[in-house]
């Protein structure tokens, strides 16, 4: 399983990549590879403040749907267009051209919390 080591991450298997005080979301390898064929993603959170662990949108596989969380507080600044027109972006490059959202950190001490790539592993005995 990929966890590159330049992200922090979230026990709901949400990844967070820093550039400067904004930040890239998306899920994880491991994360897109339990829920299966992804088929559908809705976020409609742009332009909102969402608190860390607070729903940022959905995303539907064959078999489930499942919320996405907020790994730390902040304005979700942007939306990926292109997961929302081709949802099986995130299946093949989740890491890459499959983030979800763009974020403006509102409290960057709540990146302490996160895990590293490390603690992602022991956390999903990769």
Same mark, same amino acid.
């Given at each position: ?23 890239? +979301? ?11 064929? @992804? =088929? ?5 959170? !742009? *332009? ?22 907020m790994?730390?507080?902040?304005? +979700?600044l ?10 099986? @972006? =995130? ?5 890459? !051209? *499959? ?28």
């Amino acid at each position: 399983m990929n966890v590159p080591e330049n992200l922090l991450y979230t026990e709901d298997h949400e990844w967070l990549k820093l550039a400067g005080n904004e930040a890239y +979301v998306g899920i994880t390898e491991f994360a897109q590879s339990q829920l299966g064929d @992804i =088929v559908f993603i809705e976020i409609e959170t !742009e *332009g909102m403040n969402l608190a860390k662990h607070e729903t940022f949108g959905t995303i539907e596989a064959v078999k489930t749907v499942s919320d996405m969380f907020m790994p730390v507080s902040g304005e +979700v600044l942007e939306v990926n267009s292109k997961v929302l027109d081709h949802p099986e @972006i =995130v299946n093949s490059d989740s890491f890459g !051209e *499959g983030w979800m959202i763009k974020i403006s950190l509102s409290d960057p001490g709540e990146l302490k919390q996160l895990l590293s790539p490390a603690d992602y592993r022991k956390h999903t005995g990769a």
